[in-house]
């Protein structure tokens, strides 16, 4: 991954090249964004920078013993920590390291729920655990192997427990000499606050419409007007534009599910509306986090629609079809109803509470905010 290999993003490309010519590199930085903006490859990109033996005016050179180490993801001076789910055997993110570097090979823009799926977590939820602290405090007592930098990718920081947290916050209190810690979260107020206060702070925004629309013109062959629709839908997540380009299954089953649920509830079909949440409660715990995000999209959206609000509203053919005829049920009196239920549901969801129970609850609860 190169600092041109990243869509958008370019002021602070520009910025944290100027900060390392000058020689004004923060040991702990944290990249903050959510999913599809860049900040994992920013990351990379930086750390090969770092690295790399000639670095140009705004890009490493590529061809540098040190660049083709980070073409593999192998540089020994290149360690990464991310969740990993417990195998039983007390596991650590080196552990994973191959299906890791295999995910980021294939794209470096993707989210949790994909990494999870790399590692065959099934229902498992992945954390980064107090080990890993441990593991990690050895790894920077090291000397350079390479008598550069050490670079820390810690991806998803907001997934530490608390003992681990409090032991990176030691590390980033005391550094060692020529460290980088490069914190990659999407939620990064869930960080605690003493973290937060020892980073520099970069803030990666959506990506503009028409950059994303360019890069797709670009990438994929695509005509200007797919591109510009894709573009649109994808409301500046890079990651949403490719699997609007290569057609996610799990959205079609998302929104048939939706549809399902939501006529069920109009229709006040209690017994079909039980067998619905137990059909849901079946699937993994990863995969109901994501159906309940996606619930809130169309929940979104289609209020946006009713609002007569259409260039901000990122539904695809499908779904605007569903939409023509459910948006007039989601209004001013109920969709703040809406979305606090489906937050809750997605809280108890991530808690580990009874899914049947969960989903039951919420599509019961749909029933009286539909008739608002």
């Given at each position: 991954m190169f600092f041109r290999d990243i869509i958008g993003q370019t002021d602070i490309k520009h910025r944290i090249v100027d900060d390392v010519k000058r020689g004004r590199i923060a040991h702990a930085q944290l990249f903050s964004g959510s999913e599809g903006t860049g900040a994992l490859p920013m990351a990379i990109a930086f750390a090969r920078y770092l690295c790399c033996e000639h670095p140009g005016d705004d890009d490493a050179c590529g061809i540098c013993a040190s660049c083709a180490k980070f073409n593999k993801l192998v540089h020994p001076d290149l360690h990464f920590v991310f969740p990993i789910i417990n195998t039983g055997k007390m596991p650590i993110s080196d552990d994973f390291l191959p299906q890791w570097r295999e995910l980021t090979h294939a794209t470096p823009y993707f989210n949790l729920s994909m990494w999870l799926q790399?590692?065959?977590?099934?229902?498992?939820?992945?954390?980064?655990?107090?080990?890993?602290?441990?593991?990690?405090?050895?790894?920077v007592s090291y000397k350079s192997s390479q008598g550069g930098y050490k670079t820390i990718i810690v991806w998803l920081p907001e997934r530490m427990n608390v003992e681990c947290a409090n032991k990176l916050l030691k590390l980033l209190e005391e550094p060692p000499q020529q460290t980088v810690f490069l914190l990659v979260s999407e939620n990064a107020e869930q960080l605690l606050p003493t973290i937060q206060s020892r980073v520099q702070r970069w803030n990666f925004h959506a990506i503009p419409e028409n950059v994303i629309s360019q890069s797709i013109s670009r990438r994929f062959g695509l005509t200007e007007t797919d591109a510009q629709h894709i573009a649109h839908q994808s409301a500046g997540n890079w990651l949403s534009a490719l699997q609007l380009i290569h057609t996610s299954e799990d959205r079609a089953c998302y929104l048939k599910s939706f549809m399902s649920m939501m006529r069920l509830a109009y229709q006040r079909k209690v017994r079909e509306m039980k067998l619905w949440s137990e059909d849901v409660a079946s699937w993994g715990r990863e995969r109901q986090k994501e159906f309940l995000s996606y619930c809130q999209h169309m929940v979104r959206n289609n209020f946006m629609s009713n609002l007569q609000e259409p260039s901000v509203v990122y539904l695809n053919a499908e779904e605007s079809e569903f939409s023509r005829r459910f948006s007039p049920f989601v209004n001013e009196r109920n969709v703040i109803g809406m979305m606090n239920e489906l937050s809750y549901a997605q809280q108890h969801i991530e808690q580990n509470a009874n899914a049947k129970m969960v989903f039951f609850d919420f599509a019961l609860k749909m029933i009286v905010l539909l008739i608002q």
């Open positions: 790399a590692m065959n977590a099934e229902n498992q939820q992945a954390l980064i655990s107090v080990r890993e602290s441990d593991v990690l405090l050895r790894k």
